[in-house]
């Protein structure tokens, strides 16, 4: 008869076994720190936001969520066209996404149906349909004029009046939800209309 040979039989090692513990325990630490790094990161020069409500169609639709750089007015000036999200003045928990139409010094008239820009009519693409209201405003130094694209379906600058620079988190920059709208923003310039011109 043959004899069988019992393989040798591997004694448990407890310095190996512990260092292989401390090695997952110190990768799983230094994964941690890198993702709470990132996470404040991101969060110190990016905003997430949800649209709700309908003020900003064509453009931004309900339950879309845009990407919002929060550097980009540290480095950069504010411009006719910018879709900015901003705390509400009237309740600063609050945060509202708009257009940018005036700037400081801007002088803002809607009249006929038909915006105008320190005189100049306007050519806005962008605009679900025309203005049914009317009215005019000045912007003074630290402030903005804002608009929503939905122009007849909006709470902006039309009802409360200027926004406060500081009030304004960021620059919408693009669209991330759905993934089927994915895509940047239109950030059309406010640009005077060829018709308006002499």
Do not use: C
């Not at 693009?174 to 950030?187: R, S």
């Amino acid at each position: 008869m043959e004899s069988l040979e019992q393989a040798p039989v591997e004694q448990p090692n407890p310095a190996e076994d512990a260092a292989q513990w401390k090695r997952f325990f110190v990768d799983m630490a230094q994964t941690l720190v890198l993702a709470v790094a990132l996470f404040i990161g991101i969060n110190a020069v990016s905003a997430r936001v949800r649209v709700d409500g309908f003020s900003m169609r064509p453009t931004l639709d309900d339950g879309e969520f845009v990407l919002v750089s929060k550097l980009s007015y540290r480095f950069g000036e504010f411009k006719r066209g910018d879709i900015v999200v901003f705390h509400f003045p009237l309740d600063p928990d609050e945060e509202l996404i708009k257009r940018v139409i005036g700037l400081p010094g801007d002088h803002v008239r809607v009249d006929g149906s038909q915006l105008y820009l320190n005189g100049e009519l306007m050519n806005e693409g962008y605009i679900a349909e025309a203005p049914l209201y009317s009215g005019e405003w000045t912007v003074a130094e630290g402030y903005l004029f804002v608009l929503g694209d939905n122009r007849n379906n909006s709470n902006d600058s039309k009802d409360w009046g200027m926004l406060p620079q500081e009030n304004v988190v960021g620059k919408a920059v693009l669209i991330y939800w759905p993934p089927p709208m994915w895509g940047t923003l239109d950030l059309a310039a406010v640009s005077a209309s060829q018709q308006g011109l002499p």
